[in-house]
Antibody, heavy 126, light 110 residues
Framework: QVQLQESGPGLVKPSQTLSLTCTAS??????????WSWIRQPAGKGLEWIGR???????NYNPSLKSRVTISVDTSKNQFSLKLSSVTAADTAVYYC??????????????????WGQGTLVTVSS | QSVVTQPPSASGTPGQRVTISCSGS????????VNWYQQLPGTAPKLLIY???QRPSGVPDRFSGSKSGTSASLAISGLQSEDEADYYC???????????FGGGTKLTVL
């Protein structure tokens, strides 16, 4: 059973870059057809998918954030990371890392989040 | 404004059956599988239903999912107080090439 843990600064100044790391334990992020995602949730609001990475390095990003997001992976450390540039107060949220398998079958494309980190609050403020 | 729509709230009394709808389009629910997540207050979401109607190990059979065309539903029978939570549907969107979440439904057990 994989456990995920987010880490990084809880306070980021406007216009700067938000950087978070997710460390996996209890299993390798390189095993199976797992894709590793970042998801965020502003206080009192819903979930927003930010993007994902496969251990090959291939990525998909939310089009609304794509110009500011970079997700990377370091398999040697069993970690993947998020960088979000030019942040504003609107980027204040709880950020979750999550992972699951992705594949096509007769029902279409499946991608679900089996594993979640506990979440980390990032506040954008001067 | 999410491309996948859920009612913002739902409610029921203990023992009742409630359903939560999730409406999308041909590029998301119409083409791909739907997952449901339960988020208890102050915690991370948890996978509740995957691949439209499958329950992960440990999820009570009171929870069930279905999909028809561009819509999906989550049903909870024998409602219990511990079911009070936010519920999100999610699926892949072929046009956006990414995951889309519904706006979430807050379930209140009266």
């Amino acid at each position: 059973q994989v456990q995920l843990q987010e880490s990084g600064p809880g306070l980021v100044k406007p216009s700067q870059t938000l950087s978070l790391t997710c460390t996996a334990s209890g299993g390798s992020i390189s095993s199976g057809s797992y894709y590793w995602s970042w998801i965020r949730q502003p206080a009192g609001k819903g979930l927003e998918w930010i993007g994902r990475i496969y251990t090959s390095g291939s990525t998909n990003y939310n089009p609304s954030l794509k110009s500011r997001v970079t997700i990377s992976v370091d398999t040697s450390k069993n970690q993947f990371s998020l960088k979000l540039s030019s942040v504003t107060a609107a980027d204040t949220a709880v950020y979750y890392c999550a992972g699951g398998v992705g594949y096509y079958d007769s029902s279409g494309y499946y991608y679900g989040f089996d594993y979640w980190g506990q979440g980390t609050l990032v506040t954008v403020s001067s | 404004q999410s491309v996948v729509t859920q009612p913002p709230s739902a409610s029921g009394t203990p023992g009742q059956r409630v359903t939560i709808s999730c409406s999308g389009s041909s590029s998301n629910i119409g083409s791909n599988t739907v997952n449901w997540y339960q988020q208890l207050p102050g915690t991370a979401p948890k996978l509740l239903i995957y691949s439209n109607n499958q329950r992960p190990s440990g999820v009570p059979d009171r929870f069930s999912g279905s999909k028809s065309g561009t819509s999906a539903s989550l049903a909870i029978s024998g409602l219990q107080s511990e079911d009070e939570a936010d519920y999100y549907c999610a699926t892949w969107d072929d046009s956006l090439n990414g995951v889309v979440f519904g706006g979430g439904t807050k379930l209140t057990v009266l």
